[in-house]
């Protein structure tokens, strides 16, 4: 990841959070992380993984691409495409995803530990 990449990825994130109406607790809650982790991610200190990445880009209405790079649509465009009722259709796929992506995890370590 270039040093421009992880300059502007914490201000992309907070403007794709925002444009979605999302506060940092609510977004941490729905990507099933602890809100320290979304304050970090906006805070510069710390970049999400690929996966994470996946998911983030999948909330907040925004490419993996438009965060790390800011080519692509707008934050907020994929929401106004999206009726309504289909937003909160979409919010919950995302959150049924980022459950989807921790149980994976967690299947993986306990597979591990039985080696």
Do not use: K
């Amino acid at each position: 990841m270039t040093d421009e990449m992880t300059e502007n990825l914490p201000r992309r994130i907070t403007e794709a959070r925002e444009a979605a109406g999302l506060t940092r607790a609510q977004l941490s809650q729905r990507m099933g992380v602890t809100p320290d982790t979304v304050d970090a991610w906006e805070d510069g200190e710390r970049v999400p993984r690929a996966n994470r990445l996946v998911v983030l880009g999948g909330i907040l209405g925004v490419t993996p691409a438009w965060l790390l790079t800011g080519e692509g649509d707008d934050p907020g465009a994929a929401s106004m495409e999206l009726g309504p009722g289909r937003i909160e259709v979409q919010a919950e796929l995302d959150a049924i995803r980022a459950d989807l992506d921790r149980a994976t995890a967690a299947l993986q370590r306990l597979s591990e530990r039985l080696g």
